[in-house]
């Protein structure tokens, strides 16, 4: 008979592990997955391949032959983070581009930390950061959307996204009727479903809500960054709406349009990054709203998201320490 | 229906387990000699009294305890004192122990051994406090505390409720659950004597609804009882930790590092209920326990009434033998047990259970990095940071690791069940604590 | 032009001098006299910080001494075990004192309850922590007073003086020890002593604690000390008593005549550092023997480096 183990108790494990909560995402991405498929085309799908193989290909490299410890791309994190980033560049984006954004995103924002778990920043949102910093023309010209398996798109068939359509209304000094008649302004409806120009995954709101509700529900995110990520986007845009409904659009405009769905529900809920405490998930969902509508009210860039999270990912130790959990037994005075 | 009371931070799910609910108590034959560890309740162990060659009746006292928290001990069977000496028991050290050969089970004479049961509780408040001190009774739902010493209010306060658990939250263990069914009535007095002896109207009997049986014919019987009250609760671990259990039926939270009196609560064990009531109505010494023995791969799993010294062994015998790929040996549930090296130890006052797991159902996960998923922080039933605390004894940062209020952490062992990354966490929080304790203490 | 000059000036070099009468009384009145000699002492001290010496750190260490020097003008009860006497006569120097010669001390392992003599009885699975695992269990060997094997005392080591061998699953002690204390107050189970380096670097330890009676003791480990008094009886010098089932050799007495450790029935009494005995081997009958004496001289051999013919000692006795 084998000798008998001896260790502190518990005795049991429950079925969770890291790979178990990486393909949850992986699953809830799906819809999203197969909505950019249905309005980029094959396009989608080679974007997303490359991003992931490029990823998991990094992962192991590096794994390899600079850490020269276990290589653990089998727990999937490569593979979440290489679809993610696929998710935040248009379809047309060049393979070389891509290739060198999923290297910062693992190569520098990952594995430099430490790999898995260690890293401060969201990974593919530095990748993707990268990006639009160094080939802003490239980032920036979005295939149009054109449904059902379109032949392969051209930058002759670019359009511009709802938010930069806006963006530069405003700085045109029209006002925000005007900017709607614009006939490349996309329909409510088509904003909703995501039939209108803009990165691989952001476009369709409902498919990342219905990937976003599968992940609460598999308690693999909190709904607390989501929610408080949109309603401060929302009540900020109401608040300026209200004050001129002329020169600051409709607060569902902003939710519905540029990658706040997907930025919300994706990228800031990123377990690594983002706060550890319920209060604190708030306070960095909040945070992470406020900046976003600065950037797209008053910034440069049409779309804030991405710097939003990224910068408060940056205050995440902060928040982490300042926001604990509700202790039992903590005496009211 | 409506919503089931429960706690409100954190908690799991554990597997049921539950293989021997429907598994009727049996007494289990006397060995030829039992192994009565001194120490077998929290505080001081009792000074033996008896000497090798004395011949004792069952129920006799054989030790006394004489410090302020210490219980007697008395003779489980009669028989000689075989010799005084160090024997291993479940703590993994060798410790004083009485060692008793069996001749017979002949009981000293004051006891009542009839199965008649005594409704009528005769004795005043301090004689059931005297009798249940002279019975050396302890908290039989694990962590041993003289019951004597709960049933003494301290001066200025006042106990407002007794807290009855019937939760037997552990996955695997029903011997709580066979003594709800088939000695409620005894358990009903011996929480009535109780209530007498604190003072107290009202006691609330807290029973998971994965208990139906039990539920349904305690509350049945409860009518008869005056103040009595039954409280079905939601299944979740770790329900059966005292302060999760004052939350649950009573919704008052033990302020931290307080006892359960400061919210006007004492918590009682359900085995402990029928203990108090051998002791006041029959006289009869806790010398005896039910105890599941359990696994997956044990041919009878059942619960025994076991005297006190039986070596587990016996039991698993009875149970139909160690099984070949049995990897690990745990004397109580599996999310708090202890695990065993040997099953030559004995049944003491604090075992509700043995379990055996299968080897590959004793295997830890391999621990890989965190990922900062903060499980941790939402299943921790007292609003801990489990991550963050078992990285601060991991660096000996013990002097934060208090003020994170390391030393709340009740060791239910639910972060460590829930962490996708297999880590280790309660052992570090387990290192953690002691080394902050030391801290503590040395600094007064 | 001139005149902004001019006010720039003025208003600079009037600042200057208020802020310097203003800076001067306040350090005048936070004025710290400290005794020089303190630092002059620190600087003579190894720096390690290690604590061995009872106090936090060399500065307090410093403080101590200069403190007694002016109290009690003598150094006894003080004493740096990192410099040892060199150091302590430097600072006696200082502080213009004498001091007595140290004997040197060293770390000893008290416990040769390798994997080959305390077997393994049960696994062990969890965090690589003595404290941890002494709460939890009495040791893989069975042994409730011996090497738990995790290490504790290996990483308490500021000086790199003490490493796990694999092999045996003990710590091993090398000669950077300077009797800092660390890994004495790790262990939880208070199984390293700090002992007399001996003349030559020779000693003569009992290498147990266990304080079980013989029968229990030697179950769980071949080479435990069973109590049974031969080497008290043997002792010339007195240097041995007898406490809880244990022998223990009082290092100020020891002679190291080594009588001990040829009556010991359990080779429990280890020698280390001792040229060859002249007894012959009878090779064919020791063949067995040695393969398990082997692995017994890992411990002794290693305790401290060993020269390579002293290696049959112990076998001599078989």
Request: proline residues 6%; positive net charge.
């Amino acid at each position: 008979m084998s000798l008998f183990t001896i260790s502190g108790s518990p005795h049991v494990h429950g079925e969770e592990n890291v790979k178990k909560i990486m393909l949850t995402v992986v699953y809830a991405m799906v819809p999203a997955m197969l909505v950019s498929i249905y309005f980029f085309g094959l396009d989608a799908l080679r974007v997303m391949l490359i991003a992931v193989g490029a990823s998991i290909f990094f992962e192991y490299v590096i794994q390899k032959y600079l850490i020269k410890g276990p290589i653990t791309i089998t727990d999937g994190s490569a593979a979440v983070a290489g679809i993610l980033l696929a998710f935040n560049v248009p379809a047309n984006v060049p393979a070389w581009m891509l290739v060198a954004g999923a290297l910062v995103t693992i190569g520098v924002a990952k594995m430099s930390f430490g790999g898995l778990g260690k890293n401060p920043f969201n990974p593919a949102l530095v990748g993707r950061v990268f990006m639009l910093i160094s080939f802003p023309v490239q980032m920036t010209s979005w295939p149009v959307a054109k449904p059902l398996f379109a032949s392969h798109l051209t930058d002759a068939i670019t359009g511009p996204t709802a938010l930069g359509l806006l963006k530069e209304g405003v700085g045109a000094g029209k006002t925000v009727d005007q900017i709607l008649a614009d006939p490349q302004m996309p329909q409510y409806l088509d904003r909703l479903m995501g039939n209108m120009s803009g990165s691989l995954g952001e476009v369709s709101a409902i498919a990342l809500i219905i990937g976003g509700i599968f992940m609460v529900i598999r308690k693999v995110i909190d709904w607390q960054v989501p929610v408080s990520i949109i309603l401060t986007v929302f009540i900020m845009a109401e608040i300026f709406h209200l004050i001129d409904p002329q020169h600051y659009i409709e607060p569902s405009f902003h939710l519905f349009s540029g990658g706040l769905m997907l930025g919300a529900i994706f990228m800031a809920t990123d377990m690594v990054s983002s706060p550890m405490n319920l209060s604190g998930k708030i306070v960095f969902g909040v945070g992470i709203g406020l900046i976003t509508i600065i950037i797209r009210l008053w910034g440069a860039y049409p779309e804030g998201i991405s710097f939003a999270i990224l910068i408060m990912n940056a205050f995440t130790p902060l928040i982490n320490n300042a926001f604990k959990p509700k202790r039992f037994g903590l005496v009211k005075k | 229906m409506n919503k089931l009371k429960t706690f409100t931070i954190g908690g799991v799910h554990p597997h049921e387990n539950k293989l021997t609910d429907q598994v009727a108590i049996r007494t289990l034959p006397l060995p030829k000699q039992l192994i009565i560890p001194l120490g077998q309740n929290l505080g001081v162990p009792p000074k033996p009294i008896v000497k090798k060659g004395d011949e004792v009746k069952t129920g006799q006292l054989i030790a006394r305890g004489e410090a302020f928290i210490s219980s007697n001990i008395h003779a489980p069977a009669s028989g000689k004192i075989l010799k005084i000496d160090d024997a291993l028991d479940a703590s993994g050290y060798r410790r004083q122990a009485i060692f008793l050969d069996v001749t017979g089970d002949e009981w000293a004479d004051d006891i009542d051994t009839s199965g008649t049961i005594e409704r009528e509780i005769k004795l005043s408040k301090s004689e059931i406090v005297a009798r249940i001190k002279e019975c050396g009774l302890v908290g039989l739902g694990g962590a041993t505390f003289p019951t004597h010493v709960k049933m003494m209010i301290p001066d200025g306060k006042k106990a407002e409720y007794l807290i009855i658990n019937g939760v037997e939250c552990e996955p695997y263990l029903t011997s709580d659950h066979r003594m709800m069914l088939e000695k409620g009535d005894e358990i009903l007095v011996g929480v009535s004597i109780m209530m007498r002896a604190l003072d107290t109207e009202k006691a609330v009997i807290g029973i998971e609804n994965n208990k139906p049986d039990a539920i349904a014919k305690l509350s049945q019987l409860a009518q008869s009882y005056k103040g009595i009250q039954i409280q079905p609760l939601k299944v979740k671990y770790p329900q059966g930790g005292e302060k999760q259990l004052i939350k649950a039926c009573v919704n008052r939270e033990v302020p931290s590092g307080k006892l359960p009196i400061e919210v006007g609560c004492v918590v009682s064990n359900v085995g402990t209920a029928f203990a108090v009531y051998e002791a006041v109505q029959k006289n009869k010494p806790l010398i005896e326990r039910v105890v599941t023995i359990t696994g997956k791969n044990l041919t009878h799993p059942s619960n025994f009434l076991v005297r006190v010294g039986t070596p587990i062994s016996d039991l698993i015998a009875a149970a139909g033998g160690m099984p070949e790929d049995t990897g690990k040996l745990i004397n109580g549930g599996p999310m708090m047990g202890k695990s065993l090296s040997t099953p030559d130890v004995p049944v003491v006052k604090g075992s509700s259970g043995i379990l055996l797991l299968k080897n590959e159902e004793s295997k830890r996960p391999t621990p890989k990095t965190c990922i900062r998923c903060s499980k941790c922080t939402v299943v921790c039933p007292m609003g801990l940071e489990p991550f963050l605390l078992s990285k601060l004894s991991k660096l000996g940062l013990y002097e934060r690791a208090e003020k994170e209020q390391i030393m709340d952490c009740i060791e239910c062992g639910s972060c460590q069940f829930t962490c996708p990354s297999g880590l280790p966490l309660l052992d570090y929080l387990r290192l953690g604590k002691q080394k902050t304790g030391q801290l503590i203490r040395n600094r007064k | 032009m001139n005149d902004i000059l001019l006010f720039t000036l003025l208003t600079l070099g009037l600042l200057g001098t208020v802020l310097a009468i203003i800076l001067y009384f306040v350090a005048q009145k936070f004025k710290v006299i400290e005794d020089p000699r303190i630092d002059l002492v620190e600087d003579a001290l190894p720096k390690a910080n290690c604590g061995g010496c009872g106090f936090p750190g060399c500065r307090n260490f410093a403080e101590v001494t200069v403190k007694a020097a002016n109290d009690t003008q003598s150094l006894e009860g003080l004493n740096c075990p990192v410099g040892g006497n060199d150091v302590m006569k430097r600072v006696a120097a200082i502080l213009q004192l004498e001091v007595e010669d140290q004997e040197p001390m060293i770390a000893v392992i008290r416990c040769n309850g390798s994997h080959a003599h305390s077997p393994s009885k049960v696994k062990y699975e969890g965090p690589a922590s003595c404290a941890f695992a002494h709460n939890l269990f009495s040791g893989e060997g069975g042994c409730q007073f011996g090497c738990l094997g995790l290490g504790d005392c290996v990483r308490s080591c500021d000086f790199d003086a003490i490493h796990m061998n694999s092999e045996t699953g003990l710590p091993v002690v090398n000669d950077k020890c300077v009797a800092c204390g660390a890994c004495v107050k790790a262990c939880p189970r208070g199984i390293i002593e700090l002992r007399n380096k001996g003349k030559k670097d020779k000693r003569i330890f009992v290498s147990c604690i266990n304080k079980e009676k013989g029968g229990i003791a030697k179950k769980n480990c071949s080479v435990a000390c069973i109590g049974c008094s031969k080497c008290q009886q043997v002792c010339p010098y007195d240097a041995i008593t007898m406490a809880d089932n244990l022998a223990y050799i009082d290092f100020e007495k020891c002679k190291l005549c080594r009588k001990c450790v040829e009556v010991c029935p359990t080779d429990a009494i280890h020698e280390i550092n001792f040229p060859l005995r002249k007894v012959k081997v009878e090779t064919t009958e020791t063949e067995p023997k040695k393969v398990q004496k082997a692995t017994n001289e890992v411990v002794t051999t290693s305790e401290v480096v060993v020269s390579e013919e002293n290696k049959p000692n112990t076998e001599n006795k078989a």
